[in-house]
């Protein structure tokens, strides 16, 4: 599954975010939203299978909590546009200046 498809979804970018704050039960997720318990599971899955959260068995409850290796491919992504960026911006600002330059006839 594909981080950026699985956090298109309000529902889940919100759980993502919840779990930013401290690790929950399932129980405790699902109480936060008026979408049925498996729906929430649903969505859950969607996020683990995208290695955003991960989960670990605690007696009967499921305990959920950020994957730090899922973000860190995220952001290694997001590392890449950014460089991109940066270089794009300098390119114009470049010609900004040498248009300018060349209008004051400097």
Do not use: C
Not at 48 to 74: H, K, S, T
């Amino acid at each position: 599954m594909d981080i950026l498809a699985a956090l298109a979804e309000p529902t889940r970018r919100r759980i993502v975010e919840m779990l930013a704050q401290r690790e929950l039960s399932a129980g405790e997720i699902a109480g936060h939203f008026a979408a049925s318990a498996p729906a929430i599971s649903q969505h859950l899955k969607v996020l683990r299978a995208a290695r955003l959260v991960r989960v670990r068995a605690d007696g009967q409850r499921r305990i959920y909590e950020l994957d730090p290796d899922g973000l860190n491919d995220l952001d290694q992504w997001l590392g890449h546009l950014r460089q991109f960026w940066r270089g794009r911006l300098a390119t114009t600002e470049r010609r900004l200046i040498k248009r300018t330059r060349d209008e004051a006839g400097v």
